[in-house]
């Protein structure tokens, strides 16, 4: 339990650094900025890992599959990996979100913070019933692993589904009946007062936008990474640490988002490892260096092909 209570510690007192220190005046973040928190955020990830050896081996943390503490750090960067290239088509939704409501940019990042503590208490509620789940009654791990399966199936075959319009989405509409929203945004304050009241800036919609939408994908990356383990603490420290990294990630990918379009099949591939992994856990054994390996390299072979057909594109 104390390995718990400092590690949401930590996370917060992170967090507070990061909006009262780092960023406490608003700006636009440039890609070179975004760049450096990028590698920041992968770097103390890669180094949480040696942290989790250390746990696992000095059993600091409650260990209840037994894992060797070399096994549980790479469950923690196998995780890691796939919440973080799930989250990619996050930050299309994101930028969508954003282009929607015509959010500046300099209040972008404030949007983004707020929608981080919100993120981790439902992914937190989502995990813990996640790991509850699979843990007492196995044959779920059948129901998750189709339904990514399935999930991977959709996506491969439902590219000219209607875009999302955040306008006209059941969020907006249902938000809109509870409270006045304006169309005025003054500075970065979420509500401002109306003859109607206080009302609901654009920002504030946009941020319950974006917290009903990583809800939704949390529905496809909670279940890929129970695939990988059902340890909670694993679990819950590899998708924290991929939505810390995911507010500097939007940043340096938003204005080059064109370019990994063809990222989707890597996640395609991914989902549909992982569910096959999940379906098939009683027959095959996959090691953890072999699980870590696909999904390395199926996000390498993405994002190197995204980028050269972007460039040949632009060549033309």
Do not use: C
């Amino acid at each position: 339990m104390i390995v718990w209570i400092l590690f949401l510690t930590l996370i917060f007192i992170f967090l507070a650094l990061d909006l009262g220190v780092f960023n406490k005046d608003p700006h636009i973040i440039n890609t070179k900025e975004a760049s450096k928190w990028t590698a920041i955020w992968f770097t103390l990830s890669m180094l949480f890992s040696g942290v989790v050896y250390w746990l696992y081996s000095t059993d600091y943390v409650l260990n209840p599959n037994q894992l060797k503490p070399s096994v549980a750090a790479m469950k923690f960067v196998t995780g890691y990996l796939i919440e973080l290239s799930l989250s990619i088509d996050n930050i299309f939704v994101i930028a969508l979100i954003f282009a929607s409501f015509k959010i500046p940019k300099k209040h972008q990042h404030r949007v983004l913070f707020w929608g981080i503590l919100g993120a981790i208490v439902f992914r937190g509620l989502m995990i813990y019933f996640g790991v509850l789940l699979i843990n007492k009654f196995t044959w779920t791990a059948y129901i998750f692993g189709a339904f990514l399966l399935f999930t991977a199936i959709k996506m491969l075959f439902t590219k000219d589904e209607e875009e999302f319009n955040p306008k006209k989405s059941v969020i907006y509409k249902i938000l809109g009946k509870i409270i006045p929203i304006s169309t005025h945004a003054e500075k970065d304050h979420f509500f401002i007062k109306t003859e109607r009241g206080n009302a609901a800036t654009p920002l504030f919609v946009a941020l319950i936008v974006i917290e009903v939408m990583d809800v939704i994908f949390a529905v496809d990356s909670v279940p890929a990474i129970l695939a990988i383990t059902s340890d909670p603490f694993l679990v819950f420290s590899s998708n924290i640490f991929a939505i810390l990294g995911l507010r500097s990630l939007y940043f340096f990918l938003a204005n080059m988002l064109e370019k990994f379009s063809h990222l989707e099949y890597s996640l395609i591939a991914i989902l549909s490892f992982v569910g096959l992994k999940m379906l098939l856990h009683d027959y095959i054994e996959i090691p953890e260096w072999a699980s870590l390996t696909f999904i390395a390299l199926t996000l390498s072979i993405g994002v190197i092909v995204s980028l050269q057909i972007s460039k040949k594109q632009n060549s033309k």
